[in-house]
């Protein structure tokens, strides 16, 4: 378990639906440029799912150049080609061509298809991500309720998009610690998730962990453990008792008890996470250390000062080898360290 509050998660994107006119709208001519047009950009968007932009980019362009001459310009397929480059210009960071591209797109399917459309949902959720990306966050949240208001008012609330909409959401507010915003729409996605996959699948596990973090944060601890336990058992049952995955849920099951006063409790469960760590990674990994760090500010906590230097200078001593002594982590498990020392000086000499 990384002991920060929050990780790193990768951001969820939407894909247009690509919609086009009927082919018996098209002269001859249109038709052989509307099949020529369609092969560029399957080999673009091929292109682009390897990760080789130069291409991609290179054929997208192409496309819209052909739209540019033809009657497709301003068609859904030429905005469906727009986003894709955007998404592109994204990918590799170029972040003011991506808005400039995303925004265009969105004109396009608002002016065709009406502002309530699903498919102009989609694009705004792609513009939110990119706000996101770029800490530009009350524009991305404005965009990502925008988003999902026009899904709520449709007859598809619960399909997949509506699930990637959600944990963006979720995902900037838990970034801004606005947990109690973040509950509802937790609640709402692991409602979706239990119906449309299983009570058991790992996806109800980790919503189930998220929610336990948002009560946990708030204070919330009866509401935050029981969450927090049905999670464990089902990456239990998942996995198996040794598996990582169980580790994330012991550490969080640990940390909630540890705030609970309930250190007999957490100081186990720190334990087995740790052992479950060293089984699998070996004695000098990453989260061998973070699991020693977390299990150090327990005995800390509980006046065990030689415990608790054992356990930080083994973990401090993993990082130095392993991300150096510049690395942030490694700054704050030193911090611990030295307020631990402080802290046993002042008892001493209080004696």
Not at 51 to 57: D, L, P, S, T, W
Not at 175 to 189: E, F, G, M, N, W
Not at 306 to 318: D, F, N, P, Q, V
């Amino acid at each position: 378990m990384n002991k920060r509050k929050h990780s790193i998660r990768a951001v969820l994107v939407i894909f247009t639906i690509i919609m086009s006119f009927p082919i018996s709208t098209y002269s001859d001519s249109k038709k052989q440029n509307a099949t020529s047009v369609s092969r560029l950009k399957n080999m673009a968007e091929m292109y682009l799912s390897k990760g080789k932009y130069k291409e991609a980019e290179s054929l997208f362009k192409k496309c819209l150049e052909i739209y540019e001459k033809s009657s497709a310009k301003n068609h859904l397929d030429e905005a469906s080609t727009i986003n894709n480059l955007a998404f592109l210009y994204e990918t590799q960071k170029k972040y003011k061509k991506a808005e400039s591209l995303y925004k265009k797109s969105l004109e396009i399917k608002e002016k065709v298809l009406g502002k309530n459309h699903l498919n102009v949902a989609a694009t705004l959720n792609n513009l939110a991500n990119l706000y996101k990306n770029q800490k530009k966050i009350k524009e991305a949240e404005t965009l990502y309720k925008r988003s999902l208001g026009i899904y709520d008012k449709s007859k598809e609330k619960n399909n997949q998009n509506v699930e990637s909409i959600l944990n963006n959401l979720i995902m900037l507010y838990d970034s801004q610690k606005k947990y109690k915003d973040a509950v509802p729409l937790c609640k709402r996605i692991l409602d979706i998730y239990e119906k449309k996959l299983d009570k058991n699948h790992p996806y109800v596990a980790t919503t189930l962990n998220n929610l336990a973090r948002f009560y946990k944060y708030q204070g919330k601890y009866k509401e935050a453990e029981p969450l927090c336990m049905r999670s464990l058992e089902i990456k239990e049952k998942v996995f198996g008792k040794n598996h990582i995955k169980v580790a994330t849920s012991i550490n969080n099951l640990a940390d909630l008890y540890k705030y609970q006063n309930k250190y007999e409790k957490s100081g186990l469960l720190y334990q087995r996470s740790l052992e479950i760590y060293e089984k699998a990674f070996g004695k000098n990994h990453i989260y061998v250390a973070n699991a020693l760090n977390n299990l150090a500010g327990l005995y800390f906590l509980l006046d065990k000062y030689e415990e608790a230097k054992t356990l930080y200078k083994r973990s401090m001593g993993i990082y130095e080898k392993t991300l150096g002594k510049d690395h942030p982590d490694y700054k704050t498990i030193k911090d611990n360290y030295s307020q631990m020392l402080l802290q046993k000086i002042k008892k001493n000499e209080s004696k």
